[in-house]
């Protein structure tokens, strides 16, 4: 019997440049984007609690307001070295298997994180994912799960500033850890972008939504299979670019090291 002490932790805050507050933003029906997300992964039977990791800017005061009153613990840190934040989060809350997600992702899904739980159990591995990048990308249900060891030598080793930012460079790139990658909807060829970063994402996660409406907790296989028969949504947010701020951080970090 698995007795890992297996934590979710919704990575989350107000400060997004794009879309200030999308958090908090309601999706359908008065729901606002980050309770609607934890909605759709609560049900998650592998998962033995889920917290949100927001930062300890005034301006995230409000989250941790939100979360008190629906009962969701909250975790408090360092606002631009998240790689921080999340160790010590895991620390406090004595985790062996971290599920790292982030808000932007509301049509996440329980029945994804179950999945990527089980394939990072049974390949043994120290790191697993859904979605990295092409061909294994699956944008607004990515999810990431490691072990705390692996965690643990990320936040002791970890020097570049990206690293720290998007908590999982260093694993993934050290070459020390059993990384592996999988999509969830192996059949799907479409890289479709499906995480909210600006307005355009939201109208477009809104629009899922109240097509489903009143059902909240259909799956990501109805969702692509939706965007097949209405092709027409993607046009949307057509100007969206998938990890936009990662890709920034990287080339940020490049040009700060003089390298091109």
């Keep these: 019997?698995?007795?890992?002490?297996?934590?979710?932790?919704?990575?989350?805050?107000m400060g997004s440049s794009r879309l200030p507050g999308k958090v908090l933003q309601a999706v359908i029906n008065d729901i606002p984007?980050?309770?609607?997300?934890?909605?759709?992964?609560?049900?998650?039977?592998?998962v033995d609690k889920i917290i949100v990791a927001t930062s300890d800017l005034p301006q995230d005061d409000i989250i941790e307001t939100q979360c008190n009153a629906w009962h969701l613990p909250v975790f408090r840190g360092d606002e631009q070295n998240v790689l921080r934040r999340f160790?010590?989060?895991?620390?406090?809350?004595?985790?062996?298997?971290?599920?790292?997600?982030?808000a932007d992702c509301v049509l996440h899904h329980f029945k994804v994180i179950e999945w990527c739980i089980n394939q990072f159990l049974n390949l043994k591995a120290d790191y697993f994912s859904n979605?990295?990048?092409?061909?294994?990308?699956?944008?607004?249900?990515?999810?990431?799960?490691?072990?705390?060891d692996a965690l643990k030598t990320a936040y002791k080793n970890a020097q570049k500033k990206y690293e720290q930012e998007h908590v999982t460079p260093y694993i993934k790139q050290s070459g020390q850890f059993r990384c592996y990658y999988q999509k969830y909807?192996?059949?799907?060829?479409?890289?479709?972008?499906l995480s909210v970063d600006n307005i355009n994402d939201f109208t477009l996660s809104q629009k899922i939504f109240q097509h489903f409406y009143p059902n909240l907790l259909f799956e990501v296989n109805e969702v692509v299979q939706v965007l097949q028969s209405h092709p027409e949504w993607l046009q949307i947010n057509q100007d969206s670019?998938?990890?936009?701020?990662?890709?920034?951080?990287?080339?940020?970090?490049?040009?700060?090291?003089?390298l091109r």
Excluded: C
């Excluded at 984007?33 to 592998?46: D, H």
């Excluded at 809350?93 to 982030?102: E, G, L, S």
């Excluded at 670019?241 to 700060?256: C, D, M």
């Design 241 to 258: 670019i998938i990890n936009e701020r990662y890709i920034k951080s990287i080339q940020q970090e490049n040009k700060n090291s003089g």
């Design 131 to 148: 979605s990295n990048e092409p061909p294994v990308l699956e944008d607004g249900w990515d999810t990431e799960v490691f072990s705390f």
């Design 33 to 46: 984007l980050l309770y609607l997300m934890y909605e759709r992964i609560s049900p998650a039977q592998q």
């Design 87 to 102: 160790y010590d989060a895991a620390t406090l809350y004595q985790a062996d298997v971290i599920i790292r997600i982030t």
């Design 1 to 13: 019997m698995d007795r890992k002490n297996k934590i979710l932790i919704i990575q989350a805050r």
């Design 185 to 193: 909807i192996s059949e799907n060829k479409h890289n479709y972008k």
